[in-house]
């Protein structure tokens, strides 16, 4: 049975954290201006600067621990999730987040649609945050089994929906895939999955295929990294805050859609404030978390995730909000519909990867008029 869960991280791992932030060797650490070759190391210093001298954790810890949190074991797997209950007049709707997320992601969306009748379910994937650390790399086709015994535990046998972006769509689409029956409806943000031989045909889905291929060379080495050494790189992340915070900051500075600045580089702080950012790096920090999360990646190679059988397309009604992902940019609808059952498709004017972050309204009302018929 799950069991309430109460956000505590000691004082002595603060203190830890704190000390390693203090004793970094910036000297150590080229400076250059831009993003050019990596991380802008000037918005990282402005990080850790308010990390160390304005950040207050044990305000934002009472401020995550008014939501109500649980723990269960599923499966043998301990999974973290929180649990906020509407008044049933709708089905239960779980949203699932992605790497370098966390369930804070949706903290903005739960009591909206808790006021609207969701129960709404918000897990921390294996591995991440407060959920158990998995035994070995598990990856979305894993999870998709947990995270829907995990509703079967709650509810029984019966309906729900999902959303989810990043890890958080593959997850999704293999739980609907998986359990048709079960998923009355799947809203994305991002498409991973595709069919087998879901393969570009039309011009403007050729050039789709083209202009994604082209980024993944550009910005996929870290996806590459975690899939094939997270081991390595989780020793060497493991013992530094500032380490798994550049790590981090990269991903929201390149993936957000932010306002650039006159030399090209991310403005961060037009789209984030340093207390979201660090919040959600601390999740990574200090449960010690970093290690696990990257094992997704791993699972994802290990469980050949991200091709649905043949002849196993989505069936379930999806709905997509397509936002201007600079580094996932969406694909034609066309394309999507190999793999998918779209019957819902909204071409978004702003916000990127971290869509329920940058755009929480728009992703709200864009799931809430999907979501509208599933009572």
Avoid: C
């Amino acid at each position: 049975m799950p069991e309430p869960f109460n956000i505590v991280v000691s004082d002595e791992r603060l203190a830890s954290i704190r000390a390693r932030l203090e004793a970094f060797d910036w000297s150590a650490v080229p400076y250059a201006d831009g993003w050019e070759i990596g991380v802008g190391v000037a918005d990282l210093r402005r990080l850790i600067d308010y990390w160390l001298h304005r950040y207050d954790w044990r305000a934002h810890e009472a401020r995550l621990n008014r939501l109500p949190h649980f723990m269960a074991d599923v499966q043998g797997q301990r999974l973290h999730f929180i649990h906020a209950r509407g008044d049933g007049s709708r089905l239960p709707l779980m949203l699932i987040h992605g790497w370098p997320g966390s369930f804070i992601e949706f903290e903005r969306l739960i009591e909206p649609l808790v006021a609207s009748g969701h129960d709404v379910i918000v897990p921390s994937l294996p591995g991440y945050a407060f959920s158990g650390r998995p035994d070995a790399p598990i990856g979305p086709r894993r999870t998709a089994e947990l995270f829907h015994q995990l509703l079967l535990d709650l509810y029984g046998p019966g309906r729900y929906l999902v959303q989810g972006g990043d890890w958080g769509a593959a997850v999704g689409g293999w739980m609907a895939q998986a359990s048709p029956e079960a998923v009355a409806a799947l809203h994305l943000n991002l498409i991973l999955v595709e069919a087998e031989g879901a393969a570009p045909t039309t011009s403007d889905e050729l050039a789709w295929a083209k202009w994604r291929a082209s980024l993944a060379r550009r910005e996929g080495a870290y996806s590459h990294l975690h899939g094939t050494r997270p081991q390595t790189l989780g020793v060497a992340m493991s013992d530094s805050p500032v380490g798994i915070a550049a790590w981090i900051l990269e991903k929201f500075g390149v993936w957000a859609d932010v306002p650039r600045r006159a030399d090209g580089s991310p403005d961060l702080w037009q789209a984030f404030d340093e207390d979201l950012l660090i919040t959600n790096i601390m999740l990574y920090v200090a449960p010690q978390s970093f290690v696990t999360s990257t094992w997704m990646y791993r699972g994802w190679v290990l469980e050949n995730a991200g091709k649905f059988p043949p002849g196993a397309a989505v069936r379930v009604p999806t709905g997509i909000g397509a936002f201007p992902d600079p580094a996932f940019p969406p694909p034609p609808r066309s394309q999507a519909a190999k793999s998918y059952n779209v019957v819902h498709w909204s071409d978004m004017a702003a916000g990127g990867h971290f869509a329920a972050l940058e755009k929480p309204d728009a992703l709200l009302a864009d799931m809430q008029e999907f979501f509208a018929p599933y009572r």
